[in-house]
Every structure is written in C-alpha cells, then in structure tokens.
C-alpha cells in the first residue's frame, strides 16, 4: 500500500483531537501514510471509523505507538489531554500545532523530560460541517521546525520556527478577536469600524512584537494584518465559529502572554468579552 512512499521516514502518524483542522489534516495525510486518530468527541470518533474510515480512538491504549503524534486540540485542552496521553507511555516525537505561545513549556512540565517536541504552525482553514463532513475554508501551509522526520512529508521546514509562530500570533491577535467581536468574516475586519478596532489592537500589541524583532515598526505590522485579510477575505476564523456554535474560543491562548506585557484596558475587555 505504502511502496512509493518507502523512503519517508513518517509510515505512521497519530493525530490528537477530532475537530476541523483534526479532521481535514487526517484526510489530507492519508495518502501519505497510516493515520489514526485519539479524541475524546463520541460521535467524531464514531464517524472517523464508519464513514471516513481511518482507525479512531476514545480508548487511546487501543492505538499503536505512531511515527510522530500532531498535536491538533484546542490549546485549552492540553492540560486534561496531556495527563491523558502520559499513560501510554509512547516515545514517539509530538508535533505541537496550536495556536498561541507556551505550549512547549506545558508539554515539557507534563511529559517525560526526553520527549521530543516539535512546534509548528498552519495557515489552513477548516470548519467542521458535522463529525467527519469539513469545509475547506482557506488554503494554507504547515511550517515546522527543521527536522529529519519530516523528509518528503507535505509540510515546510523552516530553521526559525519562533519567528512563524510569532508573526502568526500577531496576525491572530488582531484578526481573530476582531472578526469573531464584530461576527464578520476576514475581509470586512479591514472595513469601518472593525478596521478602527484592528488599528487599534495592532498600537497596543505593536511593542510585543517589536521587542521579539517582528516587527520595526506599528505600519509594518498594520500592513501585514491588512495583507492577511484580503488574501484571506472570505475565511471566517475559528474564533469566529467557536464562538458562532457556543465554543470556547482561544481567546487566552492568543492573547494571555500578550496582556500580561502590554496591560491594556482594551485586550482585558476584549478577553473577557470573547471567553
């Protein structure tokens, strides 16, 4: 089955979480390799086994130790998730593909102190229909940090994985609040009153990103946020359906590390507004 793939160093990989991005990333890499999924969502579960057939779990002992695990829950979730998947005792390398910033401290504290993590960051969007049924809501690539596993795999290695992290995190910080307050898609974030709050946001979160060399100064970073919209305009973020369908949203993994630094009124009742 896997002949022409004989020289990837990935046969096996295991996604953690069942939702949208979950979903369209099993999907999309099972013509790569062997996938299956760990979740805790029943009716996912039930749907990756009947319909889209690819081997899904609730009793993640079942599985088989993987290649490499992609780490694709909400960033929320991971405390919960990660004592979970201590049990299995696997040693495999984890990919974190999360948004926001912290996460491989967490993983760190939580697991074995030789587990190899592995961060990355995409651009695809995805919005789930109903378990196993995912819209494609914007084309999009994973960037990962540089490593030989990822050999003939569809994803870009990238020596600075920090600086993709970060510059996606300055990106999400502006778009994903304001389209999900406002309830609008990408490209009217840059249009009235919406784009007065993204200038806004990109003044106050400026500093953070400057100090991390981002970005020089407030229109560069202005005109990236612009740029994303209208590449973009038709997306609606998960922010924006997390909130839209009663979810959670991510809203203290983007902003946390920010507030803490900036201390602005503005992100504090927006944080409070959008959990």
């Given amino acids: 089955m896997l002949k022409k793939f004989d020289y ?32 805790t969502w029943q009716e ?34 991971n405390e919960v998730l990660l004592d979970k998947y201590n049990c299995l005792n696997w040693s495999c390398p984890i990919l974190i593909l999360q948004n926001g910033i912290g996460q491989r401290e967490l993983f760190k504290s939580k697991l074995n102190k030789n587990q190899a993590l592995l961060r990355g ?8 229909i109903s378990p196993g049924l995912v819209e494609n809501t914007g084309d999009g690539d994973v960037f990962v940090e540089s490593h030989i596993i990822f050999n003939n795999f569809p ?30 898609k990408n490209g009217n974030a840059i249009k009235g009153e919406p784009f007065n709050q993204v200038k806004k946001i990109v003044s106050i979160c400026f500093p953070f990103f400057e100090k991390r060399g981002i970005y020089s100064t407030e229109k560069e970073y202005l005109n990236d946020v612009i740029k994303t919209a209208q590449s973009t305009a038709e997306n609606m973020n998960s922010m924006l359906s997390d909130k839209q369908s009663g979810r959670r949203t991510e809203i203290h993994q983007i902003m946390g590390e920010i507030s803490k630094e900036v201390k602005s009124d503005v992100i504090d009742r927006m944080i409070i507004e959008l959990s």
């Fill in 44 to 77: 996912s579960i039930l749907s990756f086994n009947t319909e889209l057939k690819i081997p899904a779990y609730t009793n993640w002992h079942e599985a088989k130790e993987p290649d490499i695990v992609v780490w694709l829950t909400k960033a929320y979730k």
């Fill in 155 to 184: 994803v870009i290695q990238v020596q600075n994985i920090e600086d993709v992290v970060l510059k996606k995190l300055a990106i999400n910080a502006v778009l994903n609040p304001v389209t999900a307050l406002f309830e609008v």
């Fill in 121 to 128: 960051v995409t651009s695809q969007g995805a919005k789930l």
């Fill in 8 to 39: 990837q160093l990935i046969r096996r990989l295991s996604i953690v979480g069942s939702g949208a991005l979950a979903t369209f990333y099993a999907l999309k890499w099972r013509a790569y390799c062997e996938v299956s999924v760990l979740g």
